[in-house]
């Protein structure tokens, strides 16, 4: 996934790959301004952003935690890989699944 202007010069996997540090504010308070400039430039990633505020949320009220437990946080993660790798695969327009 990838902006067509390239907000801010920070590129979307980037952004992604660094999703949940912000999201935790876990990240240096310029690297925060740089991440909301670009999620204000780039629809994909601010959707993204968007989902994974509402899951954090849904987490708080059902788990009654702010944090995200590690293992479901391993899933998740390695969910939104497999789906990455997946869009990679049919962006150089090969099956994902290496067929």
């Given at each position: 996934?990838?902006?067509?202007?390239?907000?801010?010069?920070?590129?979307?996997?980037?952004?992604?790959?660094?999703?949940?540090?912000?999201?935790?504010?876990?990240?240096?308070?310029?690297?925060c301004v740089k991440y909301?400039?670009?999620?204000?430039?780039?629809?994909?990633?601010?959707?993204?952003?968007?989902?994974?505020?509402?899951?954090?949320?849904?987490?708080?009220?059902?788990?009654?935690?702010?944090?995200?437990?590690?293992?479901?946080?391993?899933?998740?993660?390695g969910r939104i890989e497999?789906?990455?790798?997946?869009?990679?695969g049919e962006e150089r327009?090969?099956?994902?699944?290496?067929?």
């Amino acid at each position: 996934m990838s902006c067509d202007d390239d907000p801010n010069g920070m590129d979307c996997s980037e952004v992604l790959d660094h999703l949940y540090e912000y999201l935790d504010r876990e990240l240096a308070e310029g690297d925060c301004v740089k991440y909301e400039e670009h999620f204000d430039e780039c629809s994909p990633c601010f959707e993204k952003y968007g989902l994974e505020q509402e899951v954090k949320k849904l987490v708080k009220r059902c788990c009654g935690q702010d944090e995200v437990p590690g293992d479901l946080r391993a899933k998740v993660m390695g969910r939104i890989e497999s789906i990455r790798a997946d869009e990679r695969g049919e962006e150089r327009g090969t099956p994902a699944d290496g067929e």
